[in-house]
């Protein structure tokens, strides 16, 4: 990499953002290309986030990411916000408009969807419905995904009711029933199902593990993780051992980051194994 007075800059605010692999993501795809552009980490406290957001036109920066805890607070704060992210209630990306004005979007439904669709390309909307566990910031940009994929049917199971109660409100749609279960019915709620997505952070390094009994799945369906350290979650372990197609949660961060990538640098990029061996390698003893 060659720093000139022309380079493109981007980078990902978080708190802390040490942990991000979005450096890692996108200054593969800068050098894959070529491109006179740098990605970098910006630590900004939360109570520096609209004064960071607001210098980026006067820095010259692209754009950015954004991760925890940024991507609710940053909708009150850029000019713009496209109509989906406002309605999943959290943004991971600015782009610096020509006028210098800041356009937030959510790219997650983006990843989610391009990521099922590389890795489970059989997969149908009408396999049945599909299971969510959680109702975070992810379980919101997943839910959007699949009712844009026409999923009829979307059973979220989640430890807290209020939290799932919100998402259903929030993401009501015309065309696909959203139902609420008690996390006691993790495994009754599996029969019939075609799709089953971990949204928790259970099963991650260092957190308490997903306790789940796949039984009454049918073989057919698909089941993902968004967690992606291990790579191979318990959970799709699992999955594999009875047959299971498995999504694991590091494609859907890779996709995420190509329609930033895009509006930044200005070249479309693609996700390949080199890429996600590149960003793998960042993950070792990560957490
Ligand atoms: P994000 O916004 O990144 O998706 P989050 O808001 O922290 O993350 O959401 C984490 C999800 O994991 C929530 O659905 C949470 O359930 P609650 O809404 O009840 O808090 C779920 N979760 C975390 N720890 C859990 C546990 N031990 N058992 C069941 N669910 C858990």
């Given at each position: 990499m060659r720093i000139t007075g022309r380079t493109r800059l981007a980078g990902i605010m978080g708190?802390?953002?040490?942990?991000?692999r979005s450096p890692a993501l996108h200054n593969f795809w800068i050098d894959e290309h070529g491109i006179d552009g740098v990605y970098v980490p910006l630590p900004v406290p939360p109570e520096h986030l609209a004064q960071a957001l607001r210098a980026l036109p006067a820095l010259g920066f692209r754009g950015c990411n954004l991760t925890l805890p940024h991507k609710q607070a940053a909708l009150a704060i850029v000019d713009r916000v496209d109509p989906l992210a406002r309605r999943i209630g959290a943004m991971n990306t600015v782009v610096v408009a020509v006028d210098g004005s800041l356009e937030g979007s959510n790219t997650d439904v983006f990843g989610f969807r391009e990521n099922l669709r590389e890795?489970?390309?059989?997969?149908?909307?009408?396999a049945g419905p599909a299971i969510i566990l959680g109702a975070g910031g992810a379980a919101r940009a997943i839910v959007a995904a699949l009712i844009e994929m026409k999923v009829e049917e979307i059973r979220i199971v989640n430890r807290t009711r209020a939290r799932v109660e919100r998402v259903a409100d929030d993401l009501a749609s015309p065309t696909t029933r959203i139902t609420i279960h008690p996390w006691s019915e993790r495994d009754t709620v599996?029969?019939?199902?075609?799709i089953l997505v971990n949204t928790?952070?259970?099963?991650?390094?260092?957190e308490p593990a997903l306790?789940?009994?796949?039984?009454?799945?049918?073989?057919?369906a698909v089941v993902a993780d968004?967690?992606?350290?291990?790579?191979?979650t318990p959970l799709l372990a699992a999955a594999r051992q009875r047959g299971h197609l498995t999504v694991d949660g590091l494609g859907m961060l890779l996709h995420q980051g190509r329609p930033g990538f895009q509006a930044w640098f200005g070249s479309p990029v693609r996700v390949t194994r080199e890429q996600r061996a590149a960003v793998l390698t960042t993950l070792t003893g990560a957490r």
């Open positions: 708190w802390p953002v040490t942990h991000s890795r489970a390309p059989d997969w149908k909307a009408s599996q029969r019939e199902a075609g928790t952070s259970l099963g991650m390094t260092g306790d789940i009994d796949l039984s009454q799945l049918p073989p057919s968004i967690v992606y350290v291990p790579l191979e």
